[in-house]
């Protein structure tokens, strides 16, 4: 299944050290220039998907933050990619299971 591909993607950058995951430390990694794609939880608020918006190529995945956080030990609403590669790879699974709408 797609989906399975882009957690155990997403927990591949965590162990890499290219995940920042939270609000403020996806606000540092997108303020920094980090950042190279951001990912909005599917229970992530109204106000934080507005906040976010703007700043990097963004996904709002199906993933509930419980997802999120079982494949990267860190339950978030929110997290970046800071790996160009990486994040490549991620969005084009994540094009494959949403449809490029999303981006």
């Known amino acids: 299944m797609e989906n399975d591909k882009a957690l155990s993607m997403l927990g591949i950058c ?3 050290g290219k995940l920042s995951c939270g609000h403020d430390a996806a606000q540092t990694a997108i303020k920094h ?4 794609l951001c990912l909005l ?9 507005e906040e976010f ?8 995945t199906g993933y509930t933050m419980q997802e999120i956080g079982h494949a990267t030990s860190l339950r978030s609403a929110v997290l970046t990619v800071d790996d160009r590669g990486l994040a490549s790879r991620i969005q084009t ?3 494959i299971a949403y ?4 981006v």
Request: glycine fraction near 6%; charged fraction near 35%.
């Open 53 to 60: 918006e703007r700043s990097v190529p963004l996904i709002k």
């Open 99 to 102: 449809g490029e709408d999303n």
């Open 93 to 95: 699974i994540l094009n």
């Open 33 to 36: 220039g980090h950042a190279r």
């Open 41 to 49: 939880s599917s229970d992530a608020s109204e106000r934080l998907c």
């Open 14 to 16: 965590r162990r890499a």
